[in-house]
């Protein structure tokens, strides 16, 4: 493999694992809170039609994500809501979101737009573009350096370079900040945080808050820069994919990262391989496509070891009276 074959491959491996990382963070702020979530797929496809719709309306990229931010904390309250404050089973929740979004997207879009529950294609300001990163063009023609900065580094979307900047943001937010103790705590004694005058519901409605912004970003980043438009069940379980990556980096920021960009690299890999044959014997575009779910499954069953999630996850709060 030479080195734009292999750049280019990086490359795709980074945009692809833009949207897991997003998804990852988010769930790892709800659930570091002790709310299962498995809800992100949800949330996501919500925010790529919100994104997508009003971009398509207004031909603004940033309308459209102003709308996709919007949707998904308001799906991220109703899931809170559910969960929270009226004490439901937190997984029945999570999965009645993926299923209103699944199903609501698709007849809106049929509704307001009749193309099949697709949103018109996007376009101009109405998609974000690439950035080129100072001194991009300049640099490219230093040896190995020069195209890693130019072609790898530079060249994004604005999103991806927002996913991967939440990276320290949440490894700061978690371990260094009064909040961030506060939230791990309740997602391990809650309990004991009540008992020390610190609301639960208010922390877990603030993690659960947090979590709709980031799968904002997640799913605004398919329909309005990563695609050009929304198009039916365009996140393709993305979310679950995120919840895998969540469990193999045991609930930690930087492993996280670590971890989606594995997943991206699969993906990226399994679009190369399509059409790819091994000894005279072609593989079927099916198999090549399955390969980055069955590596997902081998590797949580194989080589994470055992993952301790938060004590008190999944487990609704009853405040002692």
């Known amino acids: 493999m030479d080195m734009q074959m292999l750049l280019s491959l990086l490359d795709a491996t980074i945009r692809l694992s833009t949207p897991l990382l997003l998804a990852c963070l ?5 659930e570091r809170s002790g709310v299962f979530d498995i ?11 919100a994104a997508g719709a009003i ?5 603004s990229a940033w309308l459209g994500l102003l709308a996709a931010l919007a949707v998904s904390i308001m799906t991220a309250l109703l899931q809170g809501a559910a969960a929270i404050s009226l004490k439901g089973n937190q997984l029945i929740a999570g999965v009645a979101i993926n299923m209103l979004a699944a199903g609501l997207t698709t007849f809106l879009g ?21 950035i080129n990163l100072p001194f991009a063009q300049e640099a490219a023609g230093v040896p190995i350096i020069g195209p890693i900065y130019s072609e790898l580094i530079s060249g994004h979307y604005i999103l991806v370079y927002v996913a991967f900047l939440a990276v320290p943001i949440t490894a700061y937010v978690l371990y260094r900040t009064r909040f961030g103790l506060r939230l791990r705590a309740v997602g391990e004694n809650p309990k004991a945080v ?10 877990r409605y603030q993690a659960v ?22 198009g039916n069940n365009m996140t393709a379980g993305k979310g679950f994919i995120a919840l895998a990556a969540l469990i193999f980096a045991k609930w930690k920021p930087v492993p996280a990262m670590f971890t989606c960009l594995l997943f991206g690299f699969l993906d ?54």
């Not at 049929?110 to 690439?130: I, M």
């Not at 979590?211 to 695609?227: P, V």
């Not at 890999?269 to 496509?289: D, H, K, T, W």
């Open 26 to 30: 988010a769930g790892m702020y709800s």
């Open 209 to 230: 808050l947090i979590t709709g912004l980031l799968c904002g970003f997640a799913g605004a980043y398919f329909s309005i820069a990563q695609g050009s438009g929304f």
């Open 39 to 49: 809800g992100l797929e949800g949330k996501m496809l919500a925010a790529a039609f």
């Open 110 to 130: 049929q509704q307001w737009f009749r193309q099949g529950g697709r949103t018109p294609q996007l376009s101009g300001d109405g998609r974000f573009g690439t």
């Open 55 to 59: 971009a398509a309306v207004t031909g």
């Open 268 to 321: 990226a890999l399994q679009i190369r391989l399509q059409g790819a044959s091994f000894g005279g014997i072609e593989i079927p575009v099916q198999a090549i496509q399955a390969l980055p779910y069955v590596l997902t499954v081998v590797l949580l069953a194989g080589f994470i070891g055992k993952a301790v999630g938060p004590k008190a996850g999944g487990v609704p709060y009853t405040k002692e009276r």
């Open 194 to 203: 009540d008992t020390a005058g610190i609301s639960v519901v208010k922390l």
